[in-house]
């Protein structure tokens, strides 16, 4: 069982810089594949990012490529979500998401969910 915690959120001016954190319970969650997706208003849910556990493969929406950056510190459970250059369209709720399978896209394949932390880009 894994219990995610996101945090690092808030209001930013267009061109900042946020980090996200997800921190997260259970002695297997390095093993996990660990995705970050983002949900804005009156829209669905979406892909942001993803990284394996051994940190070697990730994938990038084509909207944030280039712009923010996922990593994590297996020794402290904690995933992160660098982002840079911010822009209002990436105004949303951001969720991570983990899944002991694979390296999926796709938020139907992620099992575990933290309750997101809301980010907001002003222009």
């Known amino acids: 069982q894994v219990q995610l915690v996101e945090s690092g959120g808030g209001l930013v001016q267009a061109g900042g810089s946020l980090r996200l954190s997800c921190a997260a319970s259970g002695r297997t969650f390095s093993t996990y594949t660990v995705g970050w997706f983002r949900q804005a208003p009156g829209k669905e849910r979406e892909f942001v990012a993803r990284l394996t556990w051994t940190s070697t493969n990730t994938y990038y929406a084509d909207s944030v490529k280039g712009r923010f950056a996922i990593s994590r510190d297996n020794a402290k459970n904690t995933v992160y979500l660098q982002m840079n250059n911010l822009k209002p369209e990436d105004t949303a709720v951001y969720y991570c998401?983990?899944?002991?399978?694979?390296?999926?896209?796709?938020?139907?394949?992620?099992?575990?969910w933290g309750q997101g932390t809301q980010v907001t880009v002003s222009s």
């Open positions: 998401a983990a899944t002991r399978w694979g390296a999926p896209r796709n938020d139907r394949d992620y099992g575990y």
